[in-house]
């Protein structure tokens, strides 16, 4: 069961409390040194589980949505950064093939795997023609022993499940990086941007530290 909008501001507060600054720093060079090369400066732009929005308030694109259950991103997100309080599967707000990419990101470990595919599905409606899904989720192959410290973790989840999720729901995957960055933020020692920076120009570091997946998908066509 998912916890509600109320669970979840109380849970990610006590969580993410005292790393909110370092976690910004770390996400202004992910986005520009990697996430942008996937998003078109003129696209529209959804993040689903906004979280606390370091994503969509990093990345350059013409109108940039978030969509959270929890209702502090409402205060997360940017000046020009619009807001929405839903579920993921029920983007009720927004129309059929709508969104160029779609950004998801340490997710789907939350939820059951019916709502993972439920969301998939949702998130297909929304796409436009050839756009594109983003995935950014830690792939319990690598990171197993500390997949289940966190209390809301309910679904174990690795590169190979999401891609048999991606091609039952409609996708083709067109990039996937089995291992791509460190568990969490607090796996970067020390940590600070310019660490992040030499971490993306070395991919061999990658197969070593990364225990995250990140995973590009389009909607099949026809």
Known sequence: MELESSGLKALYSNRFGTEGEQRQDLWQVLCSDFFQQWVPEDAVVLDLAAGHCEFINNIRAGRRIAVDLNPDVKLRAAEGVETHVQRSNELIDLADQSVDVVFISNFFEHISREVILST?????????????????????????????QFFDHITPVDDRALVEAFTATGYDVVRS??????????SWLPSGPALVRLYLKVPLAWRVLGAQAFMVATPTAG
């Not at 998939?120 to 990171?143: F, I, M, S, T």
């Not at 990086?177 to 607090?186: D, G, H, V």
């Open 177 to 186: 990086i089995p291992r791509f960055l460190p568990y969490t933020t607090k």
């Open 120 to 148: 998939l599905v949702e998130v297909r409606r929304v796409l436009k023609p050839g756009g594109r899904l983003l995935v950014l989720q830690p792939n319990v192959r690598y990171c197993a022993r500390d997949y289940w």
